[in-house]
């Protein structure tokens, strides 16, 4: 199952859509983190998100870590 998680870079206030899918512990969640669980996370905190282009050129979410 996927959530889709919306952001806002605060430097250009582009409007940013990513997914992120429920792991083994049933958090949903950027690929190398386990410790977030975004279903849960207050909508206005801040984020710092990592995203790496693959072999093929898709775009993943793979990190995410709290500013606030």
Do not use: Q
Request: aromatic letters at 12%.
């Amino acid at each position: 199952m996927c959530l889709f998680c919306y952001f806002t870079d605060e430097d250009t206030g582009e409007k940013i859509r990513l997914a992120c899918w429920r792991n083994a512990k049933a958090h949903y969640a950027p690929r190398k983190c386990t410790a977030i669980d975004f279903a849960r996370v207050r909508t206005d905190s801040l984020w710092r998100c990592t995203l790496e282009e693959d072999a093929r050129g898709n775009i993943n979410w793979v990190m995410a870590e709290a500013l606030d």
